[in-house]
Nanobody, 124 residues
Framework: VQLQASGGGLVHPGGSLRLSCEAS????????VGWFRQAPGEEHEFVAG????????AYADSVKGRFTISRDNTKKTVDLQLNSLKPEDTAVYYC??????????????????WGQGTLVTVSS
C-alpha cells in the first residue's frame, strides 16, 4: 500500500512541470489527497490539497495562481500542474492520502499513506 509521485525533473525558471500521483494497493478515488514538498533541511510544506470528488481545493499562498491540483477518478490519479516555476520551488514533492470523510489536511502527519517523492529542480 503506497503512493507514487512522478513527473519531476530539471526545469528553467518560468518553466512548467506536471506531477502525477498514483496509488498501489488501494483505491485513490476514495481518498482526499495533499501535495507536499520538502527542501533539504526543511519540514514537509503543504502545497495543495483536493477532496475526494475534486470539488474542493486549497493552495499554499506561495503557489497560489501558479500551481493547479486536479484529479481524474477514472484514471485514479491526482495531478499537480506547476507553472511559472521559481528556484525556491526546488524540493522533493510528495503526495499523501487519507480518508475522504476527513478531507485533506495541511499537516503531513495527518495522512495515512504516502510514498517516495519526485524531485523538482528549478535552475538556470
Amino acid at each position: 500500500v503506497q503512493l507514487q509521485a512522478s513527473g519531476g525533473g530539471l526545469v528553467h525558471p518560468g518553466g512548467s512541470l506536471r506531477l502525477s500521483c498514483e496509488a498501489s494497493g488501494f483505491t485513490l478515488i476514495y481518498h482526499a489527497v495533499g501535495w507536499f514538498r520538502q527542501a533539504p533541511g526543511e519540514e514537509h510544506e503543504f502545497v495543495a490539497g483536493i477532496n475526494w470528488s475534486g470539488a474542493t481545493t486549497a493552495y499554499a499562498d506561495s503557489v497560489k495562481g501558479r500551481f493547479t491540483i486536479s484529479r481524474d477518478n477514472t484514471k485514479k490519479t491526482v495531478d499537480l500542474q506547476l507553472n511559472s516555476l521559481k528556484p525556491e520551488d526546488t524540493a522533493v514533492y510528495y503526495c499523501a492520502a487519507r480518508s475522504r470523510w476527513l478531507g485533506f489536511a495541511r499537516e503531513f502527519g495527518l495522512y495515512d499513506y504516502w510514498g517516495q517523492g519526485t524531485l523538482v529542480t528549478v535552475s538556470s
